[in-house]
């Protein structure tokens, strides 16, 4: 299966921005997908997670009621809509894919496949 991860950029500290993930390879909807991001010198951090079919979520908490996640399954595509972006939120932001649904997605390592990354920019 592959990850391409789109949608990075350079914005303002109160602007949106919206990730996208395509998936190839394999059937969509056989995997539960989370998004991750990591900053410069520090580690990779969970960001939100969502089921094969769309209607279970989770997220780090600090980020609820800015960050949704989402996913068209007859697109192959996994979303991250990002509001109210702040110089802290810039970061790598990456997809990953794993089979299970489970509420521990906040360990990378139980993640097989992972896109490339595209880096988000907030400016103050």
């Known amino acids: 299966v592959q990850l391409q991860a789109s949608g990075g950029g350079s914005v303002q500290a109160g602007d949106s921005a919206r990730l996208s993930c395509v998936v190839s390879g394999r059937p969509f909807d056989d995997y539960a997908m989370s998004w991750f991001r990591q900053a410069p010198g520090k580690e990779r951090k969970f960001v939100a997670a969502?089921?094969?079919?769309?209607?279970?979520?989770y997220y780090e908490d600090v980020l609820k009621g800015r960050f949704t996640i989402t996913r068209n399954n007859r697109m192959n595509t996994l979303y991250l809509q990002m509001n109210a972006l702040q110089p802290e939120d810039s970061a790598v932001y990456y997809c990953?894919?794993?089979?299970?649904?489970?509420?521990?997605?906040?360990?990378?390592?139980?993640?097989?496949?992972w896109g490339q990354g595209t880096l988000v920019t907030v400016s103050s």
């Open positions: 969502i089921n094969w079919y769309g209607d279970k979520t």
């Open positions: 990953a894919a794993r089979t299970r649904w489970e509420y521990d997605g906040h360990d990378a390592n139980k993640y097989p496949h």
